[in-house]
């Protein structure tokens, strides 16, 4: 439980620097970028928990149980998911800059920060 508070600490002291800083849409990513850099420049925002989260119904980061069942259907499967953008997931999270491997990698990253 701890630990759960901590990183949602994190997440919330991130989205809050993402929003301060306007950064979101407009991201840096290039082909080199990490995993974890794409997940903070543009899936965090919503996949955080916080506001936007909770506006859009986004799965939140580490929720075990709203994960489950996404986790269930494979990494292959969200990673299309995330490509073309579902309801309201946009398209690569509005990653214009990111390969399609870059999107499954970030999925990966997700998945393991959430099992
Ligand atoms: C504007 C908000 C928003 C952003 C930005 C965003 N997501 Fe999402 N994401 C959502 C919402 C909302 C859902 C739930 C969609 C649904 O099933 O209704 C979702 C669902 C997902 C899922 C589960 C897909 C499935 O199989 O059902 C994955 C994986 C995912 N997002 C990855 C990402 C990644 C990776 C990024 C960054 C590159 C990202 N998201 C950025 C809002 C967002």
Redesign the pocket.
Known sequence: MIVRRTIKTCCSFIMLSVLVGCS?GSSSVTATSSAEE??VQ??V???SGGF??WM????ELGDKAVWEP?IA?GVD???T??IKG?????A????KT?SDQQ?KA??QY?VEKSK
């Open positions: 979101s794409i997940y543009n899936c925002a919503c996949h936007k989260g859009t119904g986004a799965p996404l259907k499967v969200m990673t998911f995330s579902v309801n309201k997931m946009p690569k999270g509005s990653c990111c999107i970030t999925v997700m």
